[in-house]
C-alpha cells in the first residue's frame, strides 16, 4: 500500500503557523519566516516556473520529498481559507493561482461540497466532506500506487497524526519563534510508530525526517 507522508515546515516553539492568520495573510504573523529557506532553492523556483537560483543541502531533501507523489491531502485552511459554505456563484479558487505547483490530484478536507476545481498543470482539486478516512481512500486510488503527500495545515496534520496514519513525517525546523499561532502537535501525546531517521542540517533549515519501520 502507498505510503501517507507528512512534509510540513515549523519554528523552533513548534508552530507550524503564526497567530492572526487571515485571507490576506495565510501563515499568520511571522509565518512566512519558516519558508524562507526553500524560496531561494532551484528545484522550488522551478517549480514554480522561476529561474535559477541555489542548490545546497535542502535541494536533495526537498527532490526525495517530491519523489514518488501521486496525490496530495490538505486542508480547508490550506486551500484558502474563507470559512463557511462556499459561495455558488463565485467560489473562490484558494491561494495556488491558475498552475498550482502540484500536478496531480489534491483532496481538501471540507465540510462544504463543491464540483472538482481542475486548473493548469494537471492539479485538479476535489473537495472531500467524508472525513479523512475517504479522503485518504480516494487520494490513495488517484495515485495509482504512488504515495500520497499530507500537506497541512496543522488541523489536518493533527487529525491523521492521532489516528496513526502517517507513515512518513518530515519536519523543515526553522530556527525562529512564532510565539503563538498553530501547533503541530497539539494535543498529541506519542509519536504513533514514527522514529527519527534521518537528520540534515543546511542554511537557516534543519531537516528531521520520521518513519515507521
Excluded at 36 to 59: I, Q, Y
Excluded at 74 to 101: A, I, L, V
Amino acid at each position: 500500500m502507498s505510503k501517507l507522508r507528512l512534509r510540513i515546515a515549523m519554528s523552533l516553539d513548534g508552530f507550524v503557523a503564526g497567530p492572526n492568520q487571515s485571507v490576506e495573510n495565510p501563515l499568520g504573523a511571522g509565518g512566512m519566516r519558516l519558508h524562507e529557506w526553500v524560496f531561494p532553492l532551484r528545484v522550488w523556483r522551478a517549480m514554480h516556473g522561476l529561474e535559477g537560483a541555489e542548490v545546497n543541502e535542502s535541494s536533495r531533501v526537498v527532490e526525495e520529498s517530491m519523489a514518488n507523489i501521486g496525490a496530495t491531502i490538505m486542508g480547508r485552511n490550506m486551500f484558502g481559507g474563507h470559512p463557511g459554505p462556499w459561495d455558488p456563484k463565485n467560489p473562490w479558487n484558494g491561494w495556488w493561482g491558475s498552475n498550482p505547483p502540484y500536478h496531480h490530484p489534491v483532496f481538501v478536507l471540507t465540510h462544504y461540497a463543491r464540483e472538482p476545481l481542475k486548473l493548469e498543470g494537471g492539479t485538479t482539486f476535489y473537495f472531500v466532506t467524508d472525513g479523512i478516512d475517504a479522503a485518504l481512500e480516494q487520494a490513495r486510488r488517484a495515485a495509482a500506487g504512488k504515495d500520497v503527500q499530507l500537506a497541512g495545515g496543522a488541523h489536518a496534520a493533527r487529525q491523521y497524526f492521532a489516528a496513526g496514519l502517517v507513515d512518513e513525517m518530515l519536519i523543515h525546523l526553522a530556527p525562529t519563534l512564532l510565539g503563538s499561532g498553530e501547533r503541530l502537535f497539539q494535543g498529541i501525546a506519542n509519536l504513533r510508530g514514527l522514529e527519527l531517521v534521518q537528520t540534515v542540517a543546511a542554511p537557516n533549515v534543519t531537516h528531521l525526517k520520521f518513519t515507521k519501520r
